[in-house]
């Protein structure tokens, strides 16, 4: 089976006054056909400058250096903007985060929907229209308020629109990221299953991200953990829990409260993450890991096959 | 010894009146509120956005003038106090609000934050700063004085806010969503020093969240809150391990659970949600 997404040596970079900031360096991974995978890091550590290089719409300070990111087959960072006009809606589609700026003030949302359906696919707008009430039925909203406008939704509902537009033009392949941040808890968990639920029903790959491991760990089949720009741990959801390998990915987890099991002491992760205009020249996890060595210093540890299937990046065996 | 005591707190907020009509329509935001928090316990506040919780902390702090009721800390009633009597009384209750980006004065040095409270109550020594800085883990103290806000991280600008609150020795501290805007690696360290904190100091607290395992985590006792009203209230194991209202079920079966292995059953009011 061929991977649907193929991501190799993914390096970019924003140019700031100060210097140059590598976001996302030297990234691999794939999504095989469907497949949910979880990005999961902190603020900072490139997880939606990684999202935004796969739709190609970075800002003009940043740019891919190195890599490839092969969807479907062909390489999407050698592509124009003319093409990328193709391959997005069709091909990737993003759920953005603020569903408030997301959305046109002015122009109903029903409307916004079929306006991207028929710039995207040679329809009359009847039909559209049809395809619109078929996707509202699909994320749980009342076909009939598709001619309301977006300060007329309340923010779960404004995500649910969200979502169908970004099915609108049936993508094979969908990035969320944190889609569900903004929202409460009780509205969280309702949008989260109907993605996962609309994501295998329409059996497309999806690359969640988001900053919270307990929702990535009910949403996806694999996960990537990202930190300081390198992808440090990656494999299947059930192994990473079971047997984090990475220092990182356990400090993560042991600094996160549950309301499952027992009471546990939460241990936080001393220090900072680092400045990523002068980071750290080896690991980039190195001066807060408590199981540093003198390598860990001055040599960028691989991400290396540790286990079947299960990709880690630390010099030490644990 | 009961510190904070609430009595039928209530909190009306007037709406926009209609074009042509007489009526002038309100929000009821808290409605009848009671509770107690006994000294060196943390009462956790949760419920969904706008459920009324931020209101509270604000009327106990008395940012806001409650519409009816009681608030008593340590036996005085404070809701109807003005003027000079409730600047007087505002040194015995402090505020840790949310965003440490935004509550922190960007042109006064830590050392000036600091010094704030203590020159308006006039109380100000420099050991009592020096102090403030040390208790929260902002060590060497000397190296923070004459830094700005901005040279901060996060976590180090919550520790700033958290200083402040406690260098005049409040009686009763709200703390308003704290660590929500703190990254994962860094909250952890953050609710771990307010949890020492409330050990050293016998801390008495109102700890407003809206995530449940955090206040499972810091809490004493939990009160969650659902449209302007208590509907659950009781020891924090209890509330989260035995919920008897259905409100408090349906929140706890909506949080999610870092372990892939653990189903969790949702409890929803709604079988197939569609949003009309």
């Not at chain 1, 794939?30 to 890091?41: C, F, N, Q, S, T």
């Not at chain 1, 953005?96 to 306006?115: H, R, S, T, Y």
């Not at chain 1, 009847?126 to 009939?144: D, N, Q, S, T």
């Not at chain 2, 509770?35 to 956790?44: D, P, R, S, V």
Request: hydrophobic share 40%; aromatic share 6%.
């Amino acid at each position: 089976m061929n991977a649907v997404l193929e991501i190799k040596n993914l390096t970019m970079s924003y140019e700031t006054s100060a210097g140059s900031v590598s976001a996302v360096d030297n990234v691999s991974f794939k999504i095989m056909p469907g497949e949910a995978m979880g990005l999961v890091g902190e603020s900072g550590c490139g997880k939606t400058s990684l999202g935004m290089s796969i739709m190609k719409l970075l800002p003009e300070n940043a740019k891919i250096t190195h890599g490839e990111i092969i969807f479907d087959g062909e390489d999407v960072v050698a592509k124009t903007e003319a093409e990328m006009r193709r391959i997005r809606w069709e091909g990737i589609s993003m759920v953005f985060q603020a569903a408030m700026n997301a959305l046109n003030p002015v122009i109903k949302v029903g409307d916004q929907i079929i306006e991207a359906i028929m710039a995207h696919e040679n329809i009359k707008k009847e039909k559209a229209r049809e395809k619109v009430r078929a996707l509202y039925e699909m994320v749980g909203l009342a076909p009939e308020r598709m001619v309301n406008y977006p300060h007329e939704y309340s923010g779960g509902m404004r995500q649910r629109a969200i979502i169908a537009m970004a099915l609108a033009c049936d993508p094979k392949f969908i990035i969320a990221d944190e889609p569900t941040t903004a929202l409460d808890v009780i509205v969280q968990d309702e949008i989260i299953d109907e993605i996962v639920n609309i994501q295998r029903k329409l059996n497309m790959i999806m690359m969640y991200i988001s900053h919270d491991i307990s929702v990535i760990a009910e949403t996806c089949d694999k996960i990537g953990v990202m930190y300081a720009g390198h992808l440090i741990e990656y494999a299947d959801t059930f192994a990473l829990f079971d047997n984090p390998l990475h220092p990182y990915t356990r400090a993560l987890m042991s600094s996160f409260p549950s309301i499952e099991g027992p009471r546990k002491e939460l241990k936080p992760v001393p220090g900072e993450p680092p400045n990523l205009l002068d980071p750290p020249q080896g690991c980039r996890f190195y001066p807060r890991c408590s199981h540093a060595q003198e390598i860990c210093d001055n040599q960028r540890p691989e991400l290396v096959e540790r286990e079947k299937d299960h990709f880690s990046a630390c010099h030490r065996v644990i | 010894m009961e510190i904070v005591n609430v009595e039928h707190l209530t909190k009306v907020f007037p709406l926009k009146k209609r074009l042509f009509s007489k009526e002038q329509p309100y929000v009821r935001a808290v409605d009848e509120i009671s509770f107690t928090i006994e000294k060196g316990k943390i009462l956790g506040l949760v419920g969904e956005s706008g459920c009324g919780k931020t209101t509270i902390a604000k009327l106990l702090v008395r940012l806001l003038h409650p519409t009816g009721g009681k608030i008593s800390i340590r036996g005085k009633d404070i809701a109807d106090l003005r003027g000079e009597k409730l600047k007087k009384f505002r040194k015995n209750i402090q505020m840790i609000f949310q965003d440490p980006y935004e509550s922190l004065n960007p042109r006064l040095t830590i050392h000036s934050t600091i010094a704030e409270p203590l020159i308006a109550q006039g109380l100000y020594s420099p050991e009592k700063i020096h102090e403030a800085l040390e208790v929260v883990g902002l060590k060497p103290p000397e190296g923070f004085f004459y830094r700005y806000p901005h040279e901060l991280s996060g976590g180090q600008r919550q520790r700033v806010a958290i200083a402040r609150a406690l260098v005049i020795e409040p009686i009763f501290v709200v703390a308003d969503e704290p660590t929500s805007m703190l990254d994962v690696s860094i909250r952890a360290g953050v609710l771990n020093l307010m949890l020492a904190l409330k050990k050293r100091f016998e801390l008495t607290v109102l700890f407003v969240t809206h995530d449940l395992a955090v206040a499972r985590y810091m809490c004493d006792d939990i009160a969650v809150m659902h449209r302007g009203k208590i509907v659950e209230i009781g020891n924090a194991e209890d509330v989260i391990q035995n919920p008897k209202h259905s409100y408090t079920k349906a929140l706890l079966s909506a949080v999610p659970i870092p372990n892939p292995k653990a189903k969790r059953k949702r409890i929803r009011a709604r079988e197939k949600v569609i949003c009309i």
